[in-house]
T-cell receptor, first 111, second 115 residues
Framework: GQSLEQPSEVTAVEGAIVQINCTYQ??????LSWYQQHDGGAPTFLSY????GLEETGRFSSFLSRSDSYGYLLLQELQMKDSASYFCALGITGGGNKLTFGTGTQLKVEL | SAVISQKPSRDICQRGTSLTIQCQVDSQVTMMFWYRQQPGQSLTLIAT?????????ESGFVIDKFPISRPNLTFSTLTVSNMSPEDSSIYLC????????????FGPGTRLTVT
């Protein structure tokens, strides 16, 4: 099976940079995705890493290291609207093409 | 991206009854997924519903409890059968962006409370 661990909660101030980590254990995967979910809302896709290294999408960047079984989401120039839950998710092909989601990190952005 | 709607948005049901949740997509998609999410918790995949084939259920979920229909490329239903309070949760449908399962678009969810 797979497991993905994230810190349960991270707090940062507006304008700062924050990193949300994701460590995983899996027998095989093809990539790591990140999703954002505001309270009462639906998850929305943020970023995807198929290869090791950094992917940048505006204020958001995501990183993957297969050798370390580790990835992170980096949020720059934090805004209050970034307060939400963030989930990493592994793309799994064994047993069907699907996503397995991490435990989730609640980000609180303060003034 | 796809626009997805779900009905009902919320419901309160008595134990022992069944509820069918509808998921409508504004475009034709091959791969659809049903998830369950407890408030404040992660998403757990219930099943994958691809048009033209039987739904594939994850460990811990069975067809008798969660029957799924996928009659066409824009619609799916999930039924929660013989409900108990443990079934109280948010149920979400999602679709993959083409064959990119890593990029999914989610419906707004159905909040189910079983009393």
């Amino acid at each position: 099976g797979q497991s993905l661990e994230q810190p349960s909660e991270v707090t940062a101030v507006e304008g700062a940079i924050v990193q949300i980590n994701c460590t995983y254990q899996t027998s095989g995967f093809y990539g790591l995705s990140w999703y954002q979910q505001h309270d009462g809302g639906a998850p929305t896709f943020l970023s995807y890493n198929a290869l090791d290294g950094l992917e940048e999408t505006g204020r958001f960047s995501s990183f993957l290291s297969r050798s370390d079984s580790y990835g992170y989401l980096l949020l720059q120039e934090l805004q209050m609207k970034d307060s939400a839950s963030y989930f990493c998710a592994l793309g799994i092909t064994g047993g069907g093409n699907k996503l397995t989601f991490g435990t989730g990190t609640q980000l609180k952005v303060e003034l | 991206s796809a626009v997805i709607s779900q009905k009902p948005s919320r419901d309160i049901c008595q134990r022992g009854t069944s509820l069918t949740i509808q998921c409508q997509v504004d475009s034709q998609v091959t791969m659809m997924f049903w998830y369950r999410q407890q408030p404040g918790q992660s998403l757990t995949l219930i099943a994958t519903a691809n048009q033209g084939s039987e739904a594939t259920y994850e460990s811990g979920f069975v067809i008798d409890k969660f029957p799924i229909s996928r009659p066409n490329l824009t619609f799916s239903t999930l039924t929660v059968s013989n409900m108990s309070p443990e079934d109280s949760s948010i149920y979400l449908c999602s679709v993959a962006a083409g064959t990119r399962v890593y990029e999914q678009y989610f419906g707004p969810g159905t909040r189910l409370t079983v009393t």
